[in-house]
């Protein structure tokens, strides 16, 4: 019996169209067509593709690989490259080498087969600080991957875009629908923080990346939304968060046993792969137990949320007098409508809590979905295929082209959005 050795040609399906959500620290994406967003794998069993490349191989790899050993020869790791495209910086390790173009070639390479197996028309939304010259080569470099790319956006402007709607009040806000589950309860996913009016107003968006955290606020107009003003803070990234809580982590273990994790690489590196589900969990208030380990002695380190919020307090306080200054910056007439963050700035410890307490009664407070970004620059790759919306990179204003009355982009259904602040 003869084995036929041809493969069945991928067939791309047409009404489905992909979003890509690209930061300096991971790339997400969504498949949005007939039925709910399909979220994409894009490092083999993992959702997200970690930008984090290994240089002690043969050859480069970038990902899980990577990140898995950050802190055991950091020296053989190249991240947080995206904000240095253009700039005259080499990673090397060997015989291996890598610049920060040719490290984001290698995370879109990577990343080409999920992305093209059933569609052939891509967005890409992009982080606010990156300049024209850089959004340029990832867009170059994008093409060399043979990426179906239809078009940029700059995050901020992706997001609001997508429910601008709920803030003009043409739509319900999915977070004030009455919707249950099959179990007859409401979905995680709804936030009743502060009641939102409705009308043109302003919004502010705030998200973190192995870079920096960054803001911007976008005006929210009945035929556009606009940017207002942004900022980008690398003294608060989210990179130098955790290595807050590690450093608190390491002092504590110091005092339970005399033993120093930054001691053995192994020990930091094990640490160092469970603050992520650490912080996330935190976030929701629930305590969490860290288990130190290296060749010769162990150490589990019993946290609660309150014990991470505090490590972290000089730099809440740097981030809300930051996120103040941001917005008097931009001369509003009246205190934002609301404050989004991304998941990444939503998990830095105390930064929700401490953003509740200095904004104003009239501002609403959620964390987004994870696949929010992905499925809101989904959203516009219609829009850039029929010639709607322009080529070029949308970083400074997007016409709501759409006819009023329209239905709302689907709620992402996500199981982190609830906050400690205000319930």
């Not at 498949?31 to 997200?48: A, H, I, K, M």
């Not at 990673?91 to 984001?104: D, F, Q």
Request: proline share 7%.
């Amino acid at each position: 019996m003869f084995w036929s050795r041809k493969q069945t040609p991928i067939v791309h399906d047409r009404s489905r169209v992909v979003g890509v959500d690209l930061t300096a620290t991971r790339a997400r994406a969504v498949s949005v067509g007939t039925g709910r967003p399909r979220t994409l794998y894009l490092d083999g069993p993992n959702e997200s593709l970690l930008l984090f490349a290994r240089l002690d191989q043969r050859t480069p790899d970038i990902g899980r690989t990577g990140y898995g050993i950050t802190r055991l020869v950091p020296h053989a790791i190249c991240s947080g490259f995206l904000p240095l495209l253009g700039a005259h910086r080499t990673w090397s390790t060997g015989r291996n080498s890598l610049t920060a173009e040719s490290a984001l070639q290698l995370a879109f390479d990577r990343v080409h087969a999920p992305l093209t197996h059933d569609s052939d028309a891509t967005g890409l939304a992009l982080p606010g600080y990156l300049s024209a010259a850089q959004v340029k080569k990832v867009v170059e470099i994008a093409g060399t991957a043979k990426l179906p790319l239809r078009g940029t956006v700059s995050m901020p402007l992706a997001i609001v875009a997508s429910r601008a709607d709920m803030v003009l009040g043409i739509t319900k806000a999915a977070d004030q629908e009455e919707e249950v589950d099959e179990n007859g309860s409401r979905p995680e996913w709804v936030v009743p923080l502060r009641p939102q009016d409705t009308g043109p107003g302003t919004v502010v968006v705030l998200d973190a990346d192995e870079f920096a955290l960054s803001g911007a606020v976008i005006g929210v107009e009945t035929q556009e939304v606009k940017l207002l003003a942004s900022a980008v803070w690398p003294r608060l990234s989210a990179r130098l968060w955790k290595e807050r809580v590690l450093d608190a982590l390491a002092d504590r273990c110091v005092r339970l046993c005399r033993r120093d994790p930054r001691d053995s690489a192994e020990a930091e590196q094990s640490l160092f792969e469970q603050l992520d589900d650490a912080l996330e969990r935190t976030r929701h208030g629930q305590p969490v137990s860290l288990a130190v380990r290296s060749a010769h002695w162990y150490q589990d380190v019993p946290q609660r949320a309150e014990d991470f919020d505090g490590y972290c307090t000089a730099l809440t306080t740097l981030a809300t007098d930051s996120l103040r200054e941001l917005i008097l910056s931009a001369s509003l007439p009246v205190p934002p409508r609301a404050v989004w963050l991304t998941p990444a700035a939503g998990r830095l410890p105390g930064l929700v809590d401490g953003i509740y307490k200095a904004s104003s009664e009239l501002t609403q407070l959620a964390v987004l979905s994870s696949n929010a970004v992905a499925e809101a620059v989904a959203a516009l790759v219609p829009l850039w295929t029929s010639g709607a919306l322009p080529k070029s990179h949308l970083d400074t204003t997007i016409p709501l082209t759409r006819v009023p009355g329209r239905e709302a982009p689907p709620a992402s259904p996500t199981h982190s959005p609830h906050m400690r602040a205000g319930s």
